[in-house]
């Protein structure tokens, strides 16, 4: 192998120094920082955000790293392929139980609300109650998400051993055709596939996950990053923090949401997202509402032990 000129090694070794350091100065001064970002409804203040320059205005530039789940983020965060990710806080709080990582929450995402996440299944199933759900397969989009804990709590509550029921893994966008194509009995969706399913096969709900119940408005997901990223660069995690809460208070406006739908959902169409259910956009984030999901975790044997959720609100 021809050996590089010392300079161009020296150059070399410099910039990768910068990739691997995470969030890096740009010429101009303006910050790169690197996200991981599921395309659902829940992301909807994000993608307002970037349409409407907030990053910018807070001297960031955004690189996307498209994910289907929190799951997703938690090995780019750790293999430092992201700075910041985006997921469900119930695997969130699993990864920081487990050791997975030490993790610091950023801004609030998405809030329950009624009908934005329900089990759908198709009208010729038979399924007609939460009962009808015992021994059958209802699909989920991660293990041990907080859809699967609503519904967990929700079997529970109405007799049925949540162990009874079977939860393959099929990602939300995969959920109408695994419904026409009885790969699974129910699936737990969240919108826009939620309309796209009842438009496409007449997909009926079983149950609302966050409606009156023991999931009643709980907290879905947000933003985080490592604790090593927040320390290192704290300028960059409150100006992600301020562009996100100003696209969360924009996202109050439900035209907003539904005109930017289109943009970043594959398959959604303006009429769709007309008629889709939209979740709450908390415009900062709770540590009362966030312990709940830990607590209910602990209720469920998703934790074996309290977790102190506010030590992790950065």
Request: aromatic fraction near 6%; hydrophobic fraction near 45%.
């Amino acid at each position: 192998m021809r050996r590089l000129p010392l300079l161009a090694l020296a150059l070399f070794v410099l910039a990768g120094c910068g990739l691997l350091n995470g969030a890096q100065e740009k010429p101009s001064g303006g910050t790169v920082v690197r996200v991981g970002v599921m395309q659902v409804i829940d992301t909807a203040p994000f993608y307002l955000a970037m349409s409407r320059g907030y990053f910018r205005d807070e001297g960031l530039s955004v690189q996307i790293t498209p994910t289907k789940s929190g799951t997703d983020s938690l090995p780019l965060l750790a293999g430092n392929h992201i700075d910041i990710g985006f997921g469900n806080w119930a695997t969130l709080f699993q990864a920081q139980a487990n050791g997975t990582g030490d993790y610091r929450v950023l801004a609030d995402g998405s809030q329950g609300a009624p009908h934005v996440q329900i089990v759908a299944t198709r009208p010729d199933s038979g399924i007609r109650t939460p009962q009808d759900l015992a021994g059958r397969v209802v699909s989920s989009n991660a293990p041990n998400d907080i859809p699967l804990l609503a519904l967990k709590a929700i079997l529970k509550a109405d007799g049925v051993d949540p162990n009874s029921v079977k939860t393959p893994i099929v990602h939300h966008a995969d959920t109408p055709a695994a419904l026409a194509g009885k790969e699974v009995d129910a699936a737990l969706q969240l919108e826009p596939f939620i309309t796209i399913s009842r438009r496409q096969i007449g997909a009926v709900p079983v149950l609302d996950l966050y409606g009156p119940g023991p999931a009643h408005d709980l907290p879905i997901a947000g933003y985080f990053a490592l604790s090593s990223f927040t320390q290192q660069h704290p300028d960059t995690a409150a100006a992600f923090r301020r562009a996100i809460e100003r696209g969360a208070a924009d996202a109050q406006n439900t035209v907003a949401v539904q005109q930017i739908l289109p943009t970043f959902v594959s398959g959604v169409t303006a009429d769709i997202a007309k008629e889709v259910a939209i979740p709450v956009f908390p415009k900062s984030v709770s540590r009362d509402r966030l312990q709940r999901v830990a607590d209910l975790m602990l209720t469920y044997g998703q934790l074996k032990a309290t977790l102190d959720v506010g030590r992790l609100v950065q």
